[in-house]
């Protein structure tokens, strides 16, 4: 059974960054994986994926060239470096595949005041 945990949101004033950390367990390695984000009222969405066993990173045109997603060498966990946050950030921060092949996680809150 894969687990999935996320870690490393807060509050932040608009221009910050953070670090989330997605943490899985029941898998070898994380390759094709991906991060989501709901705010309140609207659809859950990807906006960063790690693919092609993490050669190849996709982000949503929202976040682009803002944010970063990575893996670490241990390979069970990877990243989302945001940086230069907007309140439009705002959201519950979600690990998973790029198909959501996994059960859901808890989520990790980011809020991103103006």
């Known amino acids: 059974q894969v687990q999935l945990v996320e870690s490393g949101g807060g509050l932040v004033q608009a221009g910050g960054s953070l670090r989330l950390s997605c943490t899985a367990s029941?898998?070898?390695?994380?390759?094709?994986m991906a991060w989501y984000r709901q705010a309140p009222g609207k659809q859950r969405e990807l906006v960063a994926a790690?693919?092609?066993?993490?050669?190849?990173?996709e982000y949503a045109d929202s976040v682009k060239g803002r944010f970063t997603i990575s893996r670490a060498d241990a390979k069970n966990t990877m990243f989302l470096q945001m940086n230069s946050l907007k309140p439009e950030d705002t959201g519950v921060y979600y690990c998973?595949?790029?198909?959501?092949?996994?059960?859901w996680g808890q989520g990790t809150q980011v809020t991103v005041s103006s």
């Open positions: 029941g898998i070898i390695v994380i390759n094709n």
């Open positions: 790690l693919t092609r066993n993490g050669y190849n990173k």
């Open positions: 998973n595949t790029p198909m959501g092949r996994y059960s």
